[in-house]
């Protein structure tokens, strides 16, 4: 069973639909204890990092991912929830993150200043070194949708970027904790494919 955390900022029932399509079986749950139980995690998110990280602390939810990533339980934390994953960001202030993933998030437009923001649209995966096994089943250069302002910066677990004026963290990657600037749900085959790589994952330890 892979728990769809529940916290109030989340793109939850496309999530549903897109594991349901490839077998898997998921609860969309806030309950604790029902997440421990589960053998992987997915952390969605949309909308404002401050209210994001906030629900998290206020719920509980925040140590639960931490101490389940510590485990070896794999989780997915995909467009803000992978910005989560990191351990600061300064979208619209300053705020500390769940510190799984090393870096900051940051304005795209500071890297790439001539562009449109937000980055809306469909764009390719670069990987960069050998590809964790999530993304076993997608081959580079595959296309997948973006819909973010901000991005992950000073990183040293990026495993795949995307151009967009300048070369952008898509996703990251580091044990068992993974995260998807990109939304898979909303990325078609290539998309279900991640998910599915994601599903044959294993508990890490």
């Known amino acids: 069973m892979i728990a769809i955390v529940d916290y109030g900022v989340?793109?939850?029932f496309s999530l549903?639909?897109?594991?349901?399509a490839i077998g898997a079986d998921t609860v969309i749950t806030g309950d604790k204890s029902i997440i421990e139980k589960c053998e992987k995690i997915i952390l969605p998110g949309v909308g404002a990092y401050s209210d994001a990280i906030d629900k998290l602390k206020k719920t509980g939810l925040d140590s639960v991912i931490i101490n389940e990533a510590?485990?070896?339980k794999p989780i997915l934390g995909i467009c803000l929830g992978m910005q989560l994953l990191f351990e600061k960001s300064y979208e619209y202030g300053e705020y500390q993150g769940l510190g799984l993933i090393k870096g900051e998030i940051r304005p795209i437009i500071e890297a790439a200043p001539s562009v449109k923001v937000p980055h809306i649209g469909w764009n390719t995966l670069?990987?960069?070194?050998?590809?964790?096994?999530i993304f076993k089943y997608i081959e580079e250069g595959s296309y997948v949708y973006f819909v973010h302002s901000f991005y992950g910066a000073d990183c040293d677990s990026v495993c795949a970027t995307t151009d967009y004026g300048a070369s952008l963290t898509a996703a990251v990657a580091k044990g068992n904790v993974y995260g998807c600037q990109f939304h898979p749900e909303k990325s078609g085959s290539v998309g279900l494919d991640i998910l599915r790589g994601f599903c044959e994952?294993?508990?890490d330890g």
């Open 10 to 12: 989340g793109n939850l």
């Open 16 to 20: 549903e639909c897109s594991f349901g």
């Open 70 to 72: 510590k485990k070896g």
């Open 126 to 133: 670069n990987f960069h070194g050998e590809k964790p096994p």
């Open 201 to 203: 994952l294993e508990v």
